[in-house]
């Protein structure tokens, strides 16, 4: 996998090359989405919800996310990587922001990182880049603000919010936001706000004319019951685990495993 770099990210806008992103929190799915030609791998905070059992991305802590995207980077060592700043690493001072985006880059070997919200974070936006980190932005649904939301519903529907957000989206652009994450807006909006930028936007939920797309892994891979409305299963894994498991279990129980081919003598 040929690492893709900042400049190209705004090339493939140029050009309509479109940019695919997962998102990614272990070793070994890193792996096979950097063998699939993914170009970007988000260790996102849904970190919490998918992996660590949590009902959302609230209690995720800078700790757990360096852990999973250290290991994201040991599983695929060439590819784009970007670190999900956890809630609370960036909202509560400046210094707090960069020592902590700071860590992200230092410690886990990832290239950028990622933080929610629209103008009023231009400001530390253009702090980090400042201070050479590489910011992808975050803007319309920003599930960190899902008590203040009170759930999680579609953003920008009414004209006055779809014109903040396109006026956001521009205050992070000039901030120096190298990409934006727009997630579920109407299509129309998401096709707007992507005219009216340089920089590429990342769909979720927020149509086709994005630059590229994100999923959450665990939704592409089928692993849970429930999927959202914008993601498409590609895959039956929580199934398959749970057949091969209950294979593994009764063949234990029968005696049929371990069998000679798997003993040592
Ligand atoms: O944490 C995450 O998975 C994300 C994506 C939904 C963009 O932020």
Redesign the pocket.
């Known amino acids: 996998m040929k690492k893709t770099t900042l400049s190209a990210f705004a090339r493939r806008k140029r050009e309509g090359e479109r940019i695919v992103m997962v998102?990614a929190y272990d070793a070994p799915t890193a792996a096979a989405a950097a063998d699939a030609g993914i170009d970007i791998l988000?260790v996102?905070?849904?970190?919490g919800p998918t992996v660590l059992g949590y009902p959302n991305?609230l209690p995720v802590t800078m700790e757990q996310m360096l852990s999973h995207a250290a290991a994201v980077r040991r599983g695929a060592p060439d590819a784009f990587v970007i670190f999900?700043m956890p809630f609370m690493s960036y909202q509560e001072s400046r210094e707090k922001a960069l020592r902590n985006a700071g860590r992200a880059l230092k410690e886990t070997g990832c290239d950028a990182v990622?933080l929610?919200g629209g103008a009023e974070q231009a400001a530390l936006v253009a702090a980090l880049v400042g201070s050479g980190i590489p910011v992808m932005a975050?803007t319309g649904l920003l599930?960190q603000h899902v008590q203040a939301m009170g759930g999680y519903h579609i953003q920008g529907r009414t004209p006055e919010a779809a014109e903040q957000l396109l006026a956001g989206a521009r205050d992070l652009e000039q901030a120096g936001a190298f990409s934006l994450?727009l997630?579920c807006i109407p299509a129309e909006l998401g096709a707007r706000i992507t005219e009216a930028l340089r920089i590429p936007t990342?769909g979720?939920g927020s149509g086709a004319g994005c630059s590229g797309q994100?999923q959450?892994m665990n939704d592409l891979l089928g692993i849970f019951e429930a999927t959202p409305k914008h993601a498409r299963r590609y895959a039956e894994v929580g199934r398959i685990m749970r057949e091969a498991l209950s294979a593994y279990a009764s063949e234990v129980r029968s005696g049929v495993f371990p069998d000679e081919a798997h003993s040592f003598h």
């Open positions: 998102t988000l996102g905070d849904s970190l991305t999900d990622k929610e975050h599930p994450v997630e990342i979720i994100v959450v």
